[in-house]
């Protein structure tokens, strides 16, 4: 069998999940849109389950799928429902839903729906990507309290730039959000990962915790608490070839990278059609049998090349961590100029194994 795979640590999830609820001081809901991260939605949410205050997905799609598995739990809905339609279904299951916009609002006015809903309410504070104006927020608030179709209205905002530990832009949006909820009493939920980690001044009952429960920082700098977090994944294969080559020979596609001395190359069993992210450059850090090592060349579809003329005790058959718990996921996507986020999210065809650490 081809040997690339990505193994999943239990174990390091439930730490990353109990640091940012012990951290926050508050109620957590872990973020497992995008199948979680690429980390597999419902192994992860069974593994949560039994700690977790509930989970949030993208859409109503990704909750049924936990709910098919047979998760219990509260599943909120962070882009609400994008068709009315889906109010049948989000009753049906007691999906918590996120209204962001006025149509959404008509949409519950207009439905009958057989059982009181729970609403997060969500402002858009400054990002000016989803959220109800600052003007219209406290209407909305009372619309939905008239409506009687109500149990629960949590107030929620999200925050652009809660990365950058230095910016005034988060304490801006926490004063717009201040100002749009004043006299609104009710639960708050403002922070993400970013806010979670960095922003203890930012108040959240419920922080909405994602890349952190998957090890990974948020931060271009190092930082205080993301040097707790545990990697949970470990993307790894093997070298299945090798080759000694004399200075000046290309290696890969385009020949970008040309041997400037004698060289011995290891065929790697990983590409960009299992996510490895193809614009990692030459130098972008590998582990092989332990020891760190670089990338050289392009990355292939299927396969990538590494140095192993330092390590001459590598060979064939020689396990090679691209990412995980020494070669950190937010390494290699910085070196490909993205993030831990999206490298993990474009995580394909590798099969996923899941231990208990
Ligand atoms: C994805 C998402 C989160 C989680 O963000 P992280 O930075 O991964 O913690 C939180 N809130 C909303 C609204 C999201 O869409």
């Known amino acids: 069998m081809r040997p690339a795979r990505a193994l999943i ?13 012990e951290n926050a001081g508050a109620k957590s809901l872990a973020v497992i849109k995008a199948d979680a991260y690429g980390h597999g939605a419902v192994r992860v949410a069974q593994a949560l389950e039994s700690e977790a205050d509930g989970f949030a997905v993208a859409c109503i799609e990704e909750a049924l799928e936990l709910r098919q598995a047979g998760i219990k739990a509260p599943v909120l809905l962070l882009e609400g429902f994008f068709e009315a339609d ?45 959220g109800l104006h600052p003007a219209d927020y406290h209407a909305a608030y009372h619309r939905l309290q008239a409506s009687g179709k109500v149990a629960k209205i949590v107030l929620m905002s999200h925050f652009a730039r809660a990365d950058e530990p230095d910016c005034a832009r988060s304490d801006e949006q926490l004063a717009v959000f201040q100002a749009a909820r004043q006299g609104l009493i009710a639960e708050v939920s403002l922070r993400n990962s970013p806010a979670t980690m960095a922003w203890p001044n ?16 948020p931060f271009e700098h190092s930082q205080a608490m993301a040097d707790q977090l545990q990697p949970v994944m470990t993307l790894e294969s093997k070298v299945i070839c090798v080759r000694e080559l004399p200075a000046g020979e290309p290696v890969g596609y385009g020949g970008t990278f040309v041997t400037d001395r004698a060289m011995r190359i290891g065929l790697v069993a990983m590409g960009y059609a299992d996510g490895y992210p193809r614009h990692a450059p030459t130098g972008t850090p590998v582990l092989v049998d332990g020891q760190r090592s ?34 950190l996921a937010s390494e290699v996507a910085a070196k490909a100029g993205t993030i831990p986020y999206q490298i993990f999210c474009n995580l394909r065809r590798v099969p996923r194994l899941y231990s208990e650490g």
């Open 86 to 130: 889906e109010l049948a279904l989000i009753v049906e299951h007691d999906f918590w839903c996120v209204v962001h916009s006025l149509w959404q609002l008509d949409a519950i006015e207009a439905t009958a729906v057989g059982k009181p809903l729970h609403i997060w309410l969500k402002l858009d504070s400054g990002m000016h990507r989803v």
């Open 294 to 327: 670089q990338l050289l060349g392009r990355v292939s579809m299927d396969m990538l090349c590494v140095d192993l003329s330092d390590i001459p005790k590598a060979g064939l058959g020689s396990r090679v961590e691209l990412w995980g718990k020494h070669i």
């Open 9 to 21: 640590d239990l174990q390091a999830l439930r730490h990353n999940y109990r640091l940012a609820r």
């Open 202 to 217: 930012i108040p959240s009952d419920w922080v909405r915790a994602g890349i952190m429960l998957y090890g990974a920082t």
